[in-house]
């Protein structure tokens, strides 16, 4: 059995996700393409050397009988409508983040899903696939740390040249709010951004770093540093302090050499290699569940709550204040479909 | 395109190969299965949910025209007469180790695959696919420790209930053999086996542990553990000494535990989690070579060549004396076609 | 040479000094002791072998002719009227931490030392003799990381039956506050105390764990953590992070062990075998430099400092606000004084 | 109480000797020296600061009435009569490596001192006395690693510019020698020496790495390399595999970086700060047990079974054979005072 794919958005993301369907997954095809570009759709077609028609837009696409999923990775402010739209139409969806630009909108789609009855929204978060997320998850299950208490963060970039603005928060912590809560099955309840000594790299007119301070409405404390110019490389690193033991995010596997006086290892310096294992794990899974009539990845309330988030850190950063997040109850609906590793 | 699979043995192996080309990997197709025992083929199929035709032996299988290509994993000492018929039929066939259960059975299937004229066989080194052993190689094409000089390497399983005799060396060392020679890409010469004061865990009538001392044609000495009692877990280390610099084989990524008084990672106890992934990759490799018509896996040469020192080291465990291994000239048919990382 | 040593206070950190400048370090003999309980002066020199005179208090110990130096390690309150008599006296003195019970008794101690023309006062922060601390200053100090930007620490111990109230932050993050002013060269501007979820094995009526936020003058942002029932042992952690690379306190080294499935190293469950060889370095600086008429450790301006660092650290906690620092200048008589490594 | 000390040779180590003893030890004084070159000497007096007599010879200190204990850091084939006037004398001596340039010489000195009916005589073995080493030992007399069956071990020099001949051998091997029969409480039984490929940095006309394999009475089999132009570093490496588990000698304490995309650590690049706190160690506790009349150091025994064991080296490696190592049985008198961790 295989799931018939239309894809909306054929840029660098989407071109990724259709050849990974096409060469590496099992079980999924690329039968329906669309792109505001038309010749960026045609190439990948043909690239890909795919048997798949091309169609004028998104709405097409997914209202066409032969598109049994869609996957959405056009430009942002577009995301919504489509999102919205394959609701209307029954019919599953992978969105990449995020969800909507702004709250309102996820809240929209939250609205519209729960309405329609049946769960089709999967938003790409896709740390929440990575090996090493996995296991210190099933390390804190397994109570082998006890409860836990407080967690050490760091997002680190060795640069972001194409960076600017709210970015570091926007696109960068982004990831840190929605795997936390994944990791402690928690809620946020205050968050406060603290600004360090500005890195003489960071980009003009941008801070960087930032110190951002979670709480949870458990009482753990999360320190996180989100720091987008640090030079040594792409590192994510994640501490879970419990009442018993602590355990660390595992370090990729590297060949430890020594040489020249020093013992060492490779960083990373890209974000590809380190989560591109989970980017093909999070579509296979989604491939998987979804010819199963099941939904089990990050959902559109998960989508929402990250943009609350999200809004909170922007006006703490602002404010120099420490700023209450406020959510509404999460519907029912999606707590029965809570994912599990 | 798709690579229509024919499988000559549906025991635990055949049934892991036949479970990850129809669910996990892409481009392949189980059209096609055989077992000694015809139930459990039958009982695959229905398992996997196969649109497969069973054949009443192997001969039959590889003869059907629909067959493009075949993978043996039927019972050792089957594996000759399959794969020469593979290459009388001029398919494509992938054999799990051994390749034929003596050095004179893996030089007929040599002779009979340089006479076709056409390089048709893979042989099951899974570890030539393993990310680590892969990133070691790198370490050492890129010239960064230097020329090789020595190695010292393990080999070491929790426990092997179900060894006995000479098994340590043709069922646990054979990985070592094969995957030394691909990651210096030089050969043996003579082999020294040396057996240490025996474990108490060590199987009735068996050995265990052994010191084997390898010296390869360039000069380069290795000693090689290998302990299949050793209580702790299953551990395979390797450590290349340069004339600049050291590389070791990269452990597996873990979660760091604090703990109880102890900083500690998890070690594996199974060989299966340490290669799961080199399996999926080795026969993701074989589709997608043998769809454009290459084979860039072990050849039939890197078999006969496991099998010949197997049986030095054999010699040389009992003679306790330092065993040459000649070799006849490797043929250039093979050399061309050089497996590169 | 020899330095004549009286020691007021013969307890548990008194008996350890002087049997250390006895037995183990070189230059230093304690000729002069009292303690309020003058069994207990007299017990240890018939323990330690001592050729000491046993005075009735630490006053007339300072007065005596035969002492060179002095050495405080009586009861933290009597610690100010015994620092401010041997400067009074003209005598180097050494003085367990705290200097004063408080920033005011601090104060007077500085203002005599700077009135008396001649610094004479030595503080026990005993960190800043320690192997791995000053590898980390020596690596910011040669600009391998280039310059701090944050700093994330955690003073772990297993647990702490005998602390109440504020011990977490006046007996454990004094070393901290100490210590870390020390490593960046820099100076606190202001303090924010946090209190995670409680940990189940807190003291009675006690917070347990902290996270505090200190500033610096340089805008340095140090996040620390202060658990003192960690349960999995005695812990002392320091990442700093600066604009082109991040640097870590060492870990103790320890024998690796593979054993029971599990990578291994023990991690210290007291403070003491942590920081025994810091404490010989310590009292052997000390020696050394009195002998030669110098004073290279942390001064009573340093004992001060941490002393209205702590007084601001508690009413950050109490108020739940971020309270700043603010400090008098440092007198040049110090600066000029400053311990270097 | 102070143990008065005469030096027999003011050269390298000698002058390293007479400077802990007066500045960093406890216990003892440098109250006598002689040298070959008396302005050495003399020299040694001056800048040392010591109330020490200049004797004209090694015989003459040590019949001085003045001196209690004799140290013997003179030319290596002086050793011998110097330690053999010691004994005549009745006074503890302690003799830097080689106690004598011969077995034979050693054995004379065996035989004088079981004769004398007193143990005298310490060899400067000093890595018995570093800590990682002695936690090594603690881990196996623990039995955490069940009982030992071989060791895989290595010693590299960074380079080695002075040596030549046999040196790796006979000044690098050495250490190996005393300190793996000391780990283990075991004797050798046979050694095997392997000439790996040549390094291109080996010194002209010696080569450069070993791969030495001994065996001892209870059946362990060790692995060594000895490699004395690794380029890389002074590094001392030494695993234990035991029947339930394996343990490593520590890695020496150091800062972790994260910089350059790399996450490393120093390596040595001299043996002195590797084994600095070792000579420490081992001179504090020669004088303390001195003091008591004690002696608890590696023996004249000791010192013997090492020069027989280089000897069988040496062969092993001229001949290419395996050679059996052959010793008297030990006197009771050594067993006796067995040295202890």
């Given at each position: 059995?295989?799931?018939?794919?239309?894809?909306?958005?054929?840029?660098?993301?989407?071109?990724?996700?259709?050849?990974?369907?096409?060469?590496?997954?099992?079980?999924?095809?690329?039968?329906?393409?669309?792109?505001?570009?038309?010749?960026?759709a045609e190439a990948v077609v043909e690239t890909e050397n795919l048997n798949a028609e091309i169609f004028k837009d998104g709405h097409a696409l997914i209202q066409s009988?032969?598109?049994?999923?869609?996957?959405?990775?056009?430009?942002?402010?577009?995301?919504?409508?489509?999102?919205?739209?394959?609701?209307?139409?029954?019919?599953?969806?992978?969105?990449?983040?995020?969800?909507?630009?702004?709250?309102?909108?996820?809240?929209?789609?939250?609205?519209?899903?729960?309405?329609?009855?049946?769960?089709?929204?999967?938003?790409?978060?896709?740390?929440?696939?990575?090996?090493?997320?996995?296991?210190?998850?099933?390390?804190?299950?397994?109570?082998?740390?006890?409860?836990?208490?407080?967690?050490?963060?760091?997002?680190?970039?060795?640069?972001?040249?194409?960076?600017?603005?709210?970015?570091?928060?926007?696109?960068?912590?982004?990831?840190?709010?929605?795997?936390?809560?994944?990791?402690?099955?928690d809620d946020y309840v205050s968050v406060q951004v603290i600004q360090p000594r500005r890195t003489r790299f960071a980009n003009d007119g941008m801070q960087d770093s930032?110190?951002?301070?979670?709480?949870?409405?458990?009482?753990?404390?999360?320190?996180?540093?989100?720091?987008?110019n640090c030079q040594y490389g792409y590192d994510v690193q994640c501490q879970v302090v419990g009442d018993t033991g602590i355990a660390n995010l595992p370090e990729p596997?590297?060949?430890?050499?020594?040489?020249?006086?020093?013992?060492?290892?490779?960083?990373?310096?890209?974000?590809?290699?380190?989560?591109?294992?989970?980017?093909?794990?999070?579509?296979?899974?989604?491939?998987?569940?979804?010819?199963?009539?099941?939904?089990?990845?990050?959902?559109?309330?998960?989508?929402?709550?990250?943009?609350?988030?999200?809004?909170?850190?922007?006006?703490?950063?602002?404010?120099?204040?420490?700023?209450?997040?406020?959510?509404?109850?999460?519907?029912?609906?999606?707590?029965?479909?809570?994912?599990?590793?």
């Open positions: 059995m295989v799931l018939k794919i239309g894809v909306i958005g054929t840029g660098a993301i989407g071109k990724d996700h259709i050849h990974r369907i096409t060469n590496t997954l099992n079980g999924g095809e690329i039968i329906a393409v669309t792109d505001v570009n038309p010749e960026q009988p032969n598109v049994d999923a869609v996957v959405v990775t056009s430009w942002g402010p577009t995301h919504e409508e489509f999102v919205l739209a394959s609701i209307a139409a029954g019919k599953p969806v992978f969105c990449e983040k995020p969800l909507a630009t702004t709250a309102e909108g996820c809240k929209r789609i939250v609205d519209a899903e729960v309405e329609s009855g049946k769960q089709l929204v999967t938003v790409g978060f896709m740390r929440r696939y990575d090996q090493g997320y996995r296991a210190l998850k099933k390390t804190i299950k397994e109570n082998q740390i006890g409860t836990p208490l407080m967690l050490h963060c760091a997002h680190r970039n060795q640069n972001a040249p194409a960076f600017h603005g709210d970015m570091p928060i926007t696109d960068s912590f982004v990831h840190e709010i929605d795997i936390l809560r994944w990791l402690l099955q930032y110190m951002i301070l979670l709480e949870t409405k458990e009482g753990i404390r999360i320190d996180a540093e989100v720091f987008v596997a590297s060949v430890v050499v020594r040489k020249d006086a020093k013992l060492s290892s490779d960083i990373l310096t890209d974000w590809k290699p380190r989560f591109i294992d989970a980017y093909d794990v999070e579509i296979q899974e989604w491939i998987d569940a979804t010819l199963k009539g099941e939904m089990n990845g990050p959902s559109a309330w998960d989508g929402y709550v990250v943009s609350v988030t999200v809004d909170a850190c922007l006006e703490a950063k602002n404010s120099e204040k420490i700023i209450p997040i406020d959510l509404p109850e999460c519907p029912s609906f999606y707590r029965e479909a809570k994912v599990e590793v």
